[in-house]
Protein backbone atom coordinates (compact mmCIF):
# COMPACT_ATOMS: atom_id res chain seq x y z
CA UNK A 1 0.00 0.00 0.00
CA UNK A 2 1.57 3.45 -1.63
CA UNK A 3 1.48 5.79 1.46
CA UNK A 4 2.21 9.86 0.42
CA UNK A 5 2.39 12.16 2.92
CA UNK A 6 2.83 15.91 2.45
CA UNK A 7 4.22 18.75 4.13
CA UNK A 8 5.14 22.94 3.19
CA UNK A 9 2.67 24.94 1.70
CA UNK A 10 1.09 28.23 2.93
CA UNK A 11 0.42 31.96 2.13
CA UNK A 12 3.41 33.61 0.59
CA UNK A 13 3.69 37.11 -1.45
CA UNK A 14 3.98 37.22 -5.63
CA UNK A 15 7.64 36.89 -5.78
CA UNK A 16 7.98 34.82 -2.78
CA UNK A 17 8.70 31.39 -3.12
CA UNK A 18 7.28 27.75 -1.05
CA UNK A 19 8.86 24.05 -1.17
CA UNK A 20 6.54 21.58 -0.91
CA UNK A 21 7.63 17.88 0.27
CA UNK A 22 6.13 14.25 -0.18
CA UNK A 23 7.28 11.62 1.27
CA UNK A 24 6.42 8.40 -0.11
CA UNK A 25 6.46 4.92 2.04
CA UNK A 26 4.61 1.23 1.50
CA UNK A 27 6.63 -0.28 -1.16
CA UNK A 28 9.84 0.35 -3.52
CA UNK A 29 9.31 3.37 -5.96
CA UNK A 30 11.84 1.81 -9.28
CA UNK A 31 8.99 1.59 -11.65
CA UNK A 32 7.43 4.88 -10.64
CA UNK A 33 6.81 8.27 -11.66
CA UNK A 34 6.00 11.38 -9.24
CA UNK A 35 3.81 13.67 -9.64
CA UNK A 36 2.67 17.07 -8.54
CA UNK A 37 -1.14 18.12 -9.36
CA UNK A 38 -2.95 21.34 -8.25
CA UNK A 39 -6.34 22.30 -7.92
CA UNK A 40 -7.52 26.17 -7.83
CA UNK A 41 -10.93 26.45 -6.18
CA UNK A 42 -13.96 26.39 -9.66
CA UNK A 43 -11.53 24.40 -11.78
CA UNK A 44 -10.47 20.95 -12.52
CA UNK A 45 -7.12 19.47 -11.37
CA UNK A 46 -4.43 19.93 -13.66
CA UNK A 47 -0.93 18.36 -13.54
CA UNK A 48 1.91 20.53 -13.09
CA UNK A 49 5.03 18.18 -12.64
CA UNK A 50 6.59 14.93 -12.61
CA UNK A 51 9.85 13.31 -12.30
CA UNK A 52 10.26 9.10 -12.81
CA UNK A 53 12.08 7.81 -9.48
CA UNK A 54 14.88 5.83 -11.26
CA UNK A 55 16.01 7.83 -14.48
CA UNK A 56 15.01 11.76 -12.81
CA UNK A 57 13.56 12.74 -16.64
CA UNK A 58 11.32 15.23 -15.85
CA UNK A 59 8.13 16.85 -17.29
CA UNK A 60 6.66 20.35 -16.35
CA UNK A 61 3.01 21.83 -17.31
CA UNK A 62 4.47 25.13 -19.51
CA UNK A 63 3.10 28.05 -17.06
CA UNK A 64 5.82 26.74 -14.48
CA UNK A 65 8.71 26.14 -16.33
CA UNK A 66 11.71 27.76 -15.21
CA UNK A 67 10.19 28.99 -12.14
CA UNK A 68 9.11 25.37 -10.31
CA UNK A 69 11.33 22.64 -9.50
CA UNK A 70 10.83 19.15 -9.20
CA UNK A 71 13.33 16.76 -7.35
CA UNK A 72 13.40 13.31 -5.64
CA UNK A 73 15.38 12.05 -3.10
CA UNK A 74 15.88 8.27 -3.38
CA UNK A 75 17.58 7.99 0.30
CA UNK A 76 14.36 9.53 2.18
CA UNK A 77 11.89 8.24 -0.65
CA UNK A 78 11.14 12.12 -0.87
CA UNK A 79 9.59 14.47 -3.61
CA UNK A 80 9.61 18.22 -3.26
CA UNK A 81 8.73 20.83 -5.40
CA UNK A 82 10.90 23.87 -5.61
CA UNK A 83 8.36 26.71 -5.91
CA UNK A 84 9.75 30.11 -7.27
CA UNK A 85 8.38 33.29 -8.61
CA UNK A 86 5.17 32.83 -7.52
CA UNK A 87 2.29 34.38 -8.88
CA UNK A 88 -1.71 34.50 -7.37
CA UNK A 89 -2.11 32.05 -10.01
CA UNK A 90 -0.20 29.47 -8.91
CA UNK A 91 -2.80 29.90 -5.61
CA UNK A 92 -4.55 26.15 -5.44
CA UNK A 93 -4.19 22.83 -3.38
CA UNK A 94 -1.25 20.96 -4.61
CA UNK A 95 -1.20 17.13 -4.39
CA UNK A 96 1.30 14.67 -5.01
CA UNK A 97 0.80 11.59 -7.21
CA UNK A 98 2.14 8.33 -8.17
CA UNK A 99 1.64 5.82 -10.89
CA UNK A 100 3.56 2.69 -12.29
CA UNK A 101 5.00 2.84 -15.44
CA UNK A 102 5.73 5.82 -17.63
CA UNK A 103 5.29 9.63 -17.00
CA UNK A 104 1.86 10.80 -17.96
CA UNK A 105 0.07 14.39 -17.37
CA UNK A 106 -3.52 12.50 -16.69
CA UNK A 107 -5.19 12.53 -13.59
CA UNK A 108 -6.76 9.74 -13.91
CA UNK A 109 -3.49 7.42 -14.45
CA UNK A 110 -2.03 8.09 -11.15
CA UNK A 111 -3.41 5.62 -8.51
CA UNK A 112 -2.09 7.07 -5.17
CA UNK A 113 -2.31 10.79 -3.72
CA UNK A 114 -1.31 12.58 -0.83
CA UNK A 115 -3.44 14.82 1.18
CA UNK A 116 -3.12 18.26 -0.45
CA UNK A 117 -1.65 21.13 0.87
CA UNK A 118 -2.90 24.89 0.48
CA UNK A 119 -0.84 27.47 -1.44
CA UNK A 120 -2.15 30.50 -1.58
CA UNK A 121 -0.36 33.19 -2.97
CA UNK A 122 -1.27 37.33 -2.51
CA UNK A 123 -0.48 39.74 -5.13
Known amino acids: QVQLVQSGGGLVQAGGSLRLSCAAS????????MGWFRQAPGKEREFVAA????????NYEDSVKGRFTISRDTAKNTVYLQMNSLKPEDTAVYYC????????????????WGQGTQVTVSS
Open 97 to 112: AARQGGSSFYTDNYDN
Open 26 to 33: GRTFNNYV
Open 51 to 58: IRWTTGTI
